[in-house]
C-alpha cells in the first residue's frame, strides 16, 4: 500500500507538471476557478462557459491522467477507480488555498 501510495504521490506531481501546448496552463486556470479536482481524481470543470481551450486542456490532462491510472492499476492489482480515489486525495493535499476541489457531495469549494 506504501508502494502505491508514493506512486499515487508521484503521478499527482507529473500530472501537475505536463507542458501543453494551450494558450492557458493547468496552474492558470486553477488560479482562475476554471478548473477543478474532482473527486474521482479527474480535473472537471468549475464554470459552465469556460474557454474552449481550458476545455481541451481538461481532456488532454485527463486521457493522460486515466492511462497512468491504469498502469498503477495493472500495477497494484487494484481497480482504476481506487486509483483515482487515491490520486483525489493526494491532490486535495497539492491543492493551493483558493483553488477549487469537488467535495463529497460534487459541489465545488475553494480549498
Known sequence: MKKLLNTAATLLLLVMLIPTAYAITLQEAKAQGLVGEQRDGYLGLVVNNAPADVAALIRDVNGQRRRRYQQI???????????????????????????YIQSQSGAWQQK
Do not use: D, K, M, W
Request: glycine letters at 12%; zero cysteines; aromatic letters at 4%.
Open 73 to 99: 492499476a495493472q500495477q497494484n492489482g487494484i481497480s482504476v477507480t481506487q486509483v483515482g480515489a487515491l490520486a483525489y486525495e493526494r491532490a486535495v493535499e497539492a491543492t493551493r488555498s483558493g483553488h
